[in-house]
């Protein structure tokens, strides 16, 4: 069965600031995933592609001693063409987004699984592994970030895996905070971080049209009266 194709991607972000907007080229037929990097675990106020079109709260991952927090998000059927992508928090901090779209998505149903996330104020990332959730229709969404030092950086060292965006401190107008963002084929993604006190990282599986992945939170539950639906679909807005 085939896997999601990679669509388009961008990313953006500044210190000390309450929201972050750039523009993406969407192909046709194409879904929307944001990974967002923040200083700071305030929760998402809003979340938009081409101003009027949210994107779903999916889940989200906090490093509880200094703060640094990612967020997921997802949207199905986004307008094609090149938009503009825009999330905005109350208060400043460092802030970031990474956008990624693929095609061939099931968006007939729950696209995604159950995350798995780290975070730490120390060391590289360890344990993110969502292999038994892929099947053969799902990769993983990959993302990392680090915050509070002036020569952080993340590197993606997963054999499997494809980088679609990395930011350093200079790309970011000078903020304290890195992040990096691709996708992964067997699920078990790695990074090495050069430098921060606070850093989280997370993968969470994709799945292609006619797939579902290889249990997990997709599995099919039937319920009284024997009506069939995906585990996964009740899964979401964690990040508020």
């Known amino acids: ?3 999601p194709v990679f669509d388009a991607q961008n990313a953006g972000g500044g210190a000390s600031t309450s929201s972050v907007s750039f523009s993406v080229t969407v ?6 995933f944001a990974c967002l990097s923040r200083g700071n675990n305030t929760a998402v106020s809003t979340c938009t592609w081409n101003t009027s079109e949210s994107l779903s709260a999916v889940d989200s991952a906090t490093e509880a001693t200094n703060g640094a ?6 949207l199905s059927n986004p307008t094609s063409g090149t938009h503009t992508f825009a999330a905005s928090w109350s208060g400043n901090s460092n802030t970031g987004a990474g956008v990624l779209t693929y095609t061939g998505i099931d968006t007939g149903g729950t696209p995604y699984g159950t995350m798995s996330k780290w975070s730490a104020t120390s060391g590289n990332p360890s344990g993110v592994d969502v292999s038994s959730q892929l099947g ?25 895996s494809t980088e679609r965006f990395n930011k350093a401190p200079a790309d ?14 067997d699920g078990t993604p790695s990074w090495t971080i050069a430098a921060g006190d606070s850093r989280v990282a997370f993968a969470i599986p994709i799945f292609a049209a006619g797939g579902g992945g290889g249990g997990g939170m997709l ?7 024997g009506i069939g639906r995906p585990i996964g679909a009740m899964v979401g807005g964690f990040d508020g």
């Open 1 to 3: 069965m085939a896997v």
């Open 27 to 32: 192909g046709s037929g194409a879904s929307m």
């Open 69 to 74: 927090t990612a967020f997921f998000r997802y």
């Open 136 to 160: 053969t229709t799902g990769i993983a969404v990959e993302f990392c970030a680090t915050n509070g030092n002036a020569s952080c950086a993340v590197t993606t060292t997963g054999s499997n």
């Open 172 to 185: 970011l107008g000078g903020g304290w905070f890195a992040f990096a963002g691709g996708d992964d084929t």
């Open 219 to 225: 599995a099919r539950f039937t319920w009284p009266g």
